[in-house]
């Protein structure tokens, strides 16, 4: 693996029909933000090869709309990334390091956040300081992956700096 990308669910509904959490969808806005950062992705040329998908509704929905920017990805469902801690999404990228060349998370907060936390190692810079801050829906959390597996932070990509995020 060459890249490691962690992209937060959409803007989610606050509740869904069933009262069921994993049952909560995208809003129209957490669809348009989604669609937006896969366009992103794909123009920075960091389409992946493998998304790792949790299997709650809005996140499943959030890849739903980024991949028309990945044709070629494959994905794969999968339940421990639903509200995923940081040790499980540990687990799934070690799993996933020989699989892909740019591998893809989609997943929720806190654990995605806490992970992009924990592998903060580059030298200060305004990417950095806002990872810190927060990391909102849709957002996207880009990594290098050095040849002894360690991560490298590059980029954090908000959708509000690329025309979304607006109600």
Same mark, same amino acid.
């Given at each position: %693996?060459?890249?490691?990308?962690?992209?937060?669910?959409?803007?989610?509904?606050?509740?869904?029909? +069933?009262? /069921?959490?994993?049952?909560?969808?995208? $809003? /129209?806005?957490?669809?348009?933000? +989604?669609?937006? %950062?896969?366009?992103?992705?794909? /123009?920075?040329?960091?389409?992946? /090869?493998?998304?790792?998908? !949790?299997?709650? #509704? #809005?996140? *499943?929905?959030?890849?739903?709309?980024?991949?028309f920017a990945f044709?070629?990805?494959?994905?794969?469902?999968?339940? @421990?990334?639903?509200?995923? !801690?940081? *040790? *499980?999404?540990?687990?799934?990228?070690?799993?996933?390091?020989d699989e892909a060349?740019?591998?893809?998370?989609?997943?929720?907060? @806190?654990?995605?956040?806490? =992970?992009?936390?924990?592998?903060?190692?580059? @030298?200060?810079?305004p990417a950095r $300081?806002?990872?810190?801050?927060? =990391?909102? $829906?849709?957002?996207?959390?880009? =990594?290098?992956?050095?040849?002894?597996? !360690?991560?490298? =932070?590059? $980029?954090?990509?908000?959708?509000?700096?690329?025309?979304?995020?607006?109600?």
């Amino acid at each position: %693996m060459q890249r490691l990308i962690l992209l937060r669910h959409g803007k989610a509904e606050s509740a869904s029909s +069933s009262g /069921d959490d994993v049952e909560r969808g995208l $809003t /129209d806005r957490g669809r348009r933000d +989604s669609a937006l %950062m896969g366009r992103v992705l794909a /123009d920075m040329r960091l389409a992946p /090869d493998l998304a790792l998908v !949790s299997t709650a #509704r #809005r996140a *499943q929905e959030t890849w739903a709309e980024a991949a028309f920017a990945f044709p070629a990805a494959r994905a794969l469902s999968q339940r @421990p990334l639903y509200l995923a !801690s940081l *040790q *499980q999404l540990e687990q799934a990228v070690a799993a996933a390091r020989d699989e892909a060349r740019v591998l893809l998370i989609v997943g929720h907060n @806190p654990g995605l956040h806490e =992970f992009a936390l924990a592998h903060l190692r580059a @030298p200060p810079s305004p990417a950095r $300081t806002r990872m810190g801050e927060g =990391f909102p $829906t849709a957002s996207a959390a880009v =990594f290098t992956v050095a040849d002894d597996g !360690s991560l490298a =932070f590059d $980029t954090l990509l908000l959708p509000r700096d690329h025309g979304g995020g607006v109600l």
